[in-house]
């Protein structure tokens, strides 16, 4: 079994689909922090970094782009997953795109493709 992500960062102000999102990855094994804003997101980075960040574009104090954008400065090498339900500029700036509303699948086939690119840099999921 190829390496998987270990730990999600889940960053979106849709506090419902952060909830939704963290019962469904942790059934997979993940663990998973839900964060509400991109703020709130660069902290927790600074804390304890994840291995995969999954970020709303559009929220208050700092957007997925931003947040994105500043972790590339740091050269931090956390991939990064944006949703949107509208389409908005993203390419450069992150791993993947999510167009809201997706299914599960989509979801799990977004990390399992950047699981399989960042295999070398990330852990086996608990």
């Known amino acids: 079994m190829p390496p998987a992500v270990s730990s999600i960062l889940v960053v979106d102000d849709d506090r419902p689909l952060c909830d939704l999102l963290d019962a469904?990855?942790?059934a997979e094994g993940y663990r998973v922090c839900c964060v509400y804003d991109g703020e709130a997101a660069w902290a927790?980075?600074?804390?304890?970094?994840?291995?995969?960040?999954?970020?709303?574009?559009?929220?208050?104090?700092l957007d997925g782009?931003?947040?994105?954008?500043?972790?590339a400065e740091v050269a931090s090498g956390i991939p990064i997953i944006l949703m949107s339900a509208g389409?908005?500029?993203w390419a450069g700036v992150a791993s993947g795109f999510l167009r809201k509303p997706?299914?599960?699948e989509e979801l799990l086939a977004s990390i399992a493709v950047i699981t399989e690119r960042d295999q070398g840099q990330?852990?086996?999921?608990r």
Do not use: C, G
């Not at 927790?44 to 208050?60: G, R």
């Open 102 to 104: 997706f299914d599960v």
């Open 87 to 89: 389409y908005d500029d």
């Open 122 to 125: 990330i852990a086996e999921p």
């Open 65 to 71: 782009v931003t947040l994105a954008l500043r972790l």
């Open 24 to 26: 469904l990855l942790s």
């Open 44 to 61: 927790a980075v600074q804390q304890e970094p994840p291995n995969l960040i999954l970020s709303d574009i559009k929220m208050p104090k």
